[in-house]
Structures are given as structure tokens and as C-alpha cells.
């Protein structure tokens, strides 16, 4: 028999993130290490009208996938609108914020590696 993790996204607990300087967002660890997961945590984010993750950088690469909703992405130096269905890779050391400027819940899949 194959074990897999199978529940509805709804199932997974809606948390505060640890990092500062965020405005309105709450995420949930749909796969993560206590999954069994050990190279790859797959994360939600549902960001409320007017909300913000912090503008920051990291040592590691992530992959972003738009489910709902629009905003702005910032970098430092510019903005770039994006939208349901949009997709980002975002490079390691790159400076990043994602900003819901919408009137609706912006939800977005996030998937990193493992920090060493």
C-alpha cells in the first residue's frame, strides 16, 4: 500500500508567519517536513486586500504560482503587476515583496527547499 498525504487544503491549519514586517497574511504548509516532505515544503498564501509579504531576500530559490487574485511584486528598484495564473521563479539573493492590490483575497502557492 502507497502512503500518500491526501486531505483538502482547507484541512491544513491557517497560521501567522514568523517573519516581520508583513501586513495581512496568513499561510498554511500544505507539504512540509512533518509529511514526510524532505526536500521541499509546498506552502499557501492568502494575502487580504491591502496586504503585504516583507520586501527581503534569501539564500535559496522559490517558485511562485498565482491562484487568485492580482497585485504588485516589488524588488527594490521597480513593480510588476501580475494576476491569477501567473507564475514567478524567484532566484536566490533576489529581493522580493508580493503586495495584493486587489479587492479580493489574493492566494498564491509557494515552493521552497529545505535551508540547510
Given at each position: 500500500?502507497?502512503?500518500?498525504k491526501?486531505?483538502?487544503?482547507?484541512?491544513?491549519?491557517?497560521?501567522?508567519?514568523?517573519?516581520?514586517?508583513?501586513?495581512?497574511?496568513?499561510?498554511?504548509?500544505?507539504i512540509?517536513?512533518?509529511?514526510?516532505?524532505?526536500?521541499?515544503?509546498?506552502?499557501?498564501?492568502?494575502?487580504?486586500?491591502?496586504?503585504?509579504?516583507?520586501?527581503?531576500?534569501?539564500?535559496?530559490?522559490?517558485?511562485?504560482?498565482?491562484?487568485?487574485?492580482?497585485?504588485?511584486?516589488?524588488?527594490?528598484?521597480?513593480?510588476?503587476?501580475?494576476?491569477?495564473?501567473?507564475?514567478?521563479?524567484?532566484?536566490?539573493?533576489?529581493?522580493?515583496?508580493?503586495?495584493?492590490?486587489?479587492?479580493?483575497?489574493?492566494?498564491?502557492?509557494?515552493?521552497?527547499?529545505?535551508?540547510?
Amino acid at each position: 500500500m502507497i502512503v500518500v498525504k491526501h486531505v483538502h487544503y482547507s484541512e491544513v491549519e491557517l497560521e501567522e508567519p514568523a517573519e516581520q514586517e508583513v501586513k495581512d497574511v496568513k499561510l498554511r504548509w500544505l507539504i512540509s517536513k512533518k509529511d514526510g516532505a524532505e526536500n521541499f515544503a509546498m506552502r499557501l498564501f492568502e494575502i487580504q486586500p491591502g496586504g503585504y509579504t516583507p520586501l527581503h531576500q534569501h539564500n535559496w530559490e522559490h517558485e511562485v504560482f498565482v491562484l487568485e487574485g492580482d497585485g504588485i511584486t516589488n524588488n527594490k528598484t521597480s513593480e510588476e503587476p501580475f494576476k491569477q495564473g501567473d507564475v514567478f521563479f524567484v532566484p536566490s539573493m533576489e529581493w522580493h515583496q508580493f503586495v495584493n492590490t486587489g479587492k479580493n483575497t489574493l492566494k498564491f502557492l509557494c515552493l521552497i527547499p529545505y535551508k540547510e
